[in-house]
């Protein structure tokens, strides 16, 4: 699944907002099954996964 659409069911899950700062990010692939009891730690296991960072700043998840 794109990184996109994690991220809007993620948003939809726990009713906060995620932005991706990279394009060529939002559309990696990624697979994996995700325990989804915290968003930030589902946001940090994908950073892990994709060697990238997060953000948090102004009630928003960034990822870049």
């Known amino acids: 699944?794109?990184?996109r659409s994690v991220c809007e069911e993620l948003m939809n899950?726990?009713?906060?907002?995620?932005?991706i700062?990279?394009?060529a990010l939002a559309t990696?692939?990624?697979s994996g099954v995700f325990e989804a009891r915290d968003?930030?730690?589902v946001l940090s296991t994908i950073c892990t996964m994709t060697g990238r960072n997060l953000r948090h700043e102004?009630?928003?998840y960034i990822l870049y």
């Open 13 to 19: 899950t726990f009713d906060v907002e995620i932005s």
């Open 1 to 3: 699944m794109e990184l």
């Open 28 to 30: 990696t692939t990624i």
């Open 58 to 60: 102004n009630r928003k």
């Open 21 to 23: 700062d990279d394009s």
């Open 39 to 41: 968003v930030r730690d």
